[in-house]
Every structure is written in C-alpha cells, then in structure tokens.
C-alpha cells in the first residue's frame, strides 16, 4: 500500500459538553477523533478554522493560520500532517480544506471508510478461523 493513502482513524470515547456553546462542541469533536490532546489549544484552534472555512466553501493556508495564532508555520504544518493522516483534511496546494464541504459530510466519509476497512479485516479474519 502506497504510504500517501494511510490513514489512522482513532476514536476516543469522552464526554459531550453539557453547554451548546460552538468552541466546546468543535473541541469536542476534535478531541473525540484524537486530533487532539485536552490541553492541546493549537490543535482545536486550528481545527476550528478548517471548519469554519469550509463553511464558507472555502479552505485556509497554513500561513493565513500562523498569522492568526502566532504561532510557527512548522508547528501548523505540523497539526495539518497529522489531520491529513487522520483522514479529516485534504491538501490542494497550499490549501488545506476539510475532506468533504462539510464537517458531518467529512465524518460521513471516515464512518464510511472505517466501515470498509473493519469488513476487510473481518473477511480476513474468517480466512484465519477457517485455516485454524
């Protein structure tokens, strides 16, 4: 399998927040996919812009985020990397978006893709019972 294709999907059972307020809930979202650690602000501020871009159908620059966090461009690139890896943003030049127009179609999208990797590992897994 070519190495640009791999994807880790991870899914952390937390807690939803009690609050409907609109950074908690993105927070949690991002927290709850593992973008994220508890503490990591970086990493939900950014996710937080990938998602309000798109809905504006547009996408954001690594540098449009640096200069709105200041922070380092490495360390933004560097949470993107791991949002690509995780399936959740795509890269189209120097343009990161979230995979699909929207957050739920995005999540859509990995629901879909998880559901096909655990049946090719189940299919896997017979083979095994069978040849046991």
Same mark, same amino acid.
């Given at each position: 399998?070519?190495?640009? $294709? =791999?994807?880790? &999907? *991870? ?6 927040? #009690? ?5 908690? #809930? ?15 602000? *970086?990493?939900?501020? &950014? ?12 996408? +954001?620059?690594? =540098? #449009? ?5 200041? +922070?380092?461009?490495?360390?933004? +690139? $560097?949470? *993107? /990397? /791991? ?12 343009? $990161?978006? *979230? ?5 739920? =179609?995005?999540?859509?999208?990995? #629901? ?18 069978? /040849?046991?």
């Amino acid at each position: 399998m070519d190495k640009r $294709y =791999r994807k880790r &999907i *991870l899914i952390i059972e937390i807690e939803q927040p #009690e609050e409907e307020k609109l950074d908690k #809930e993105i927070n949690w979202v991002c927290y709850s996919l593992g973008l994220a650690d508890k503490g990591d602000k *970086l990493a939900t501020a &950014i996710f937080r812009e990938l998602v309000l871009a798109a809905k504006n159908k547009e996408g +954001v620059s690594s =540098r #449009e985020i640096t200069d709105k966090e200041g +922070v380092t461009q490495g360390a933004v +690139v $560097y949470h *993107l /990397n /791991n949002f690509i890896r995780s399936g959740v943003v795509v890269r189209r030049g120097r343009t $990161y978006f *979230l995979r699909a127009p929207t957050l739920d =179609r995005t999540l859509e999208e990995i #629901e879909h893709d998880m559901v096909r990797r655990v049946r090719m590992i189940r299919k896997m897994a017979r083979l095994i019972d069978d /040849n046991l």
